[in-house]
């Protein structure tokens, strides 16, 4: 048996009377990765900055190395040994790599200055110890974004870690770049550092996670090692009695023959996309799967009119459309649900139905003024259509879960009525009730005789939701796959790889 | 986290988000103090409450359109040159015999000018309007400067000088009807137009306003002629007031237009903004000057106690939304 390095015991939280956490049992070994799952409000953030002293806990006992411990402030959770890698790097991009990692634990020189010196070899220390190839000189900007994540990691290694808290760490990294972050914090369990580990990707989990916990409604619902549960199990846990079979593929109908409604012809953007060209008919749902870098981005923005193409030609219905400009696409028909909703997709200080009217606002407006009656409408409809869970349409939208704000944006753009839907990870970052609904969504668009493309990392959502796969590499469209003559992720995921 | 508003008055009241009204809560009580400790200088008098107006409507004026400046998330700092210049121009055209409705046409369009040159530059070549403005800034008071030799320009036509800020009607001081005038149109285009709805967007998440289709180069460029535009008549209701236009017009009036925009509860990074709010704020501004003038305390103690209330309205705000 492992020592147990933490150990939370009945923890109890209440915000304004509404129960949050209702005696939640949580341990944790040493030197064991272990996933902590749930979908949005069932506590898992909560709990966790109970552990790091944001929030004080209501009821219950946190015991470190078998001792009670009190913890009341970040500070006081640092001293236990327990840090956290946040979402949102704090990192300053302006510093070095060294300079970052010891930032306001500088060591000093005699004299009180700054030992750049010292600073610079503890942190080679470090990088070595990680096996991590970086020089502790580079400036943090000029790094990809996987390095901030490592960067993160070496500072949190700078005093002695006993616990390591990594949110959705792997949402803004590369294939290769997670692969990297794999490798390191099996390096870090090896030295016996305890790792919780938050996310929403079920592959990710199963491939790097000793055992899970799984937190719905405010309560443990489950503690088991990874190898011993399937993943349908692990997903009907989080989910409840909510399962649905909607990651299953459902083969739909549409008019094979039909003309199509969406079609690309040599398109060329800077070097990043290259003479690509396919269709889309009516009704149909297309996947667009490739490595992060392949051009998929840089496709979906010049197909929406953000990016000039140099060469290549664009119809809807037939007719030749040369959009220039995001209002001349959505002109044409053309919406897009962009990769990044807090920075692309929302105003975040705004509220829902400010959000939602903001793609129509033209045809909200009646004389001079927008139809407040009209808008508050077309934001209710949406709100019930899409399951938006708020209290309130005047809400803003930065305070709800990252699941309610994607469906702000894609009713945004539904209510623009568009004929041809382009989503860029339409999925990233939400909890698993969102995933389910968001391609229900997606699917009901398309039943509209509509067209749709989807651009995606997570090759089970993908499979789940096309009737068509393209496969893009180094910004070239090659190869395109009937979704029933995929018969497993593997496959698909061999495809993008090989070159 | 997921919290259910309950029916309860008191968390209601909570739940409101007092920054929006802090303005307003101070305005009263700056009032009452002064009501009740200058009530034997005549501070309630209804020719003190006028003068304050008076004093106070030109700042009020383009700290509307300055609102959508900073509500887009940018800033001129020009605006008390543009005052200036635009006066001395109006002035000069007088003069010359044009006649008024030319006159300030030709006043209005030498802001309009301006502010459409800043917004280019903030535009097209990618300028922080900060830079561009402080630049304009220096440039047109030299301009100012410059035409006339730092001489003053009397405007003896009496319509003109009636119009633009001397006169009043039934008693009410003209700048009043201006300001309302301004204020009205400005609250209304932020509310309820189409473009006030961009504007935020664009101050709130440029991104995410391009990624939506607004033009959100049209916007900034919009916002910085008005906000020229606005200068302008400021400049020559100064200009109608004093009866000349003088170099020295609007000088500082940019520092004092922000903080009356963002004690009014505008965030200075774009984004949320309330016209009404700018009004008030700058009202309380001037109610502040005139309680202090009449409380007997010099120009240096004025400011000092002017700062600390600006600050204090501000904090206050902020720990307001802190809760």
Known sequence: MKQNVLRMKNISKSFNGIGVLHSVDFELQAGEIHALMGGNGAGKSTLMKILTGVYQLDEGEIYIDYKPVQINSTQ????????????????????????????????????????????????????????????????????????????????????????????????????????????????????????????????????????????????????????????????????????????????????????????????????????????????EIVGLAGLMGSGRTELARGLFGLDPYQQGEIYVRGQRKDY????????????LVPEDRRTQGLILEHSIRENISLSILQSLTKGLFINTKQSNEIATEYVNK??????SINKLSGLLSGGNQQKIVIAKWLATNPNILILDEPTIGVDINAKIEIVKIIREFANLDKAVLVISSELVELLAVSDRILIMQKGEITAQHDRKNITSEEELEHAIQSF | MQSKVSKLPVKQLLSIDWR?????????????????????????????????????????IMAVAMTFVIGAAQIDLSIGSIAALSALICALSLQAGIPIIFSSLIGLS??????????????????PSFLVTLGMMIIISG???????????????????FLFGGGSIGGIPILFFWMLV???????????????????????NENAARFTGININRVKLLVMTASGAAAALAGMLYA?????????????????????????????????????????????????????????????????????????????SKKAIQR
């Open chain 1, 76 to 283: 006081q959770a640092n001293e236990h040994g327990i840090s956290m890698i946040f979402q949102e790097f704090s990192l300053v991009p302006t510093l070095t790599v060294a300079e970052n990692v010891y930032l306001n634990k500088e060591p000093k020189t005699k004299l009180g200055l700054i030992d750049q010196q010292q600073i610079r070899e503890k942190t080679k220390e470090i990088l070595q110890d990680l096996q991590i190839d970086i020089d502790p000189d580079t400036e943090v900007s000029q790094l990809g974004v996987g390095y901030w994540q490592i960067t993160e990691i070496a500072k949190a290694l700078t005093v002695e870690t006993k616990i390591l808290i990594m949110d959705e760490p792997t949402s803004s990294l590369s294939k290769n770049e997670t692969e990297l972050l794999f490798q390191l914090m099996n390096r870090l369990k090896a030295k016996g550092i305890a790792i919780i580990y938050i996310s929403h990707r079920m592959d990710e989990i199963f491939q790097v996670c000793d055992r899970v916990t799984v937190l719905r409604d405010g309560s443990n619902r489950l503690t088991n090692k990874i190898a011993e549960l399937e993943m349908d199990q692990l997903i009907e846990h989080i989910v409840g009695n909510r399962v649905g079979d909607a990651f299953q593929w459902v083969e739909r109908t549409y008019d094979h023959n039909a003309m199509p409604l969406f079609e690309v012809k040599n398109l060329s953007i800077g070097n990043k996309v290259k003479n690509v060209s396919f269709t889309i008919k009516p009704g």
């Open chain 2, 143 to 161: 301009v100012a400067m410059w035409i006339t030799h730092t001489a003053p320009v009397p405007i003896l036509n009496d319509t003109y000088n």
């Open chain 1, 386 to 391: 899409l399951a938006i869970k708020t209290d």
């Open chain 1, 324 to 335: 220039k400009s995001p209002q001349q696409a959505i002109e044409a028909g053309v919406a």
């Open chain 2, 240 to 316: 109608g007031r004093m009866s000349s236009g003088r170099y020295t017009f609007g000088e500082g009036d940019e520092m004092s237009v922000i903080a009356a925009v963002i004690l009014g509860g505008t965030s200075l990074f774009g984004g949320t903004a309330t016209v009404i709010g700018s009004v008030i704020g700058s009202l309380m501004i001037g109610m502040i000057n005139n309680g202090l003038i009449i409380m007997g305390l010099d120009v240096s103690q004025q400011n000092v106690v002017k700062g600390l209330i600006i600050i204090l309205a501000v904090a206050f």
């Open chain 2, 20 to 60: 929006k009204y802090m303005v307003y809560i101070a305005f009263v009580v700056v009032f009452i103090f002064f009501a009740v400790t200058l009530q034997d200088q005549g501070f309630l008098t209804t020719n003190n409450l006028l003068n304050i107006i008076r004093q106070t409507a030109i700042i009020a």
């Open chain 2, 182 to 204: 301004i204020a009205v149109i400005g609250h209304v285009i932020l509310k309820k137009a189409p473009f006030g709805r961009k504007t935020l967007a664009t101050g709130g």
């Open chain 2, 110 to 127: 030498t802001g309009v000018v301006i502010g459409l040159i800043n917004g280019l530059l903030v535009t097209r070549l990618s300028i």
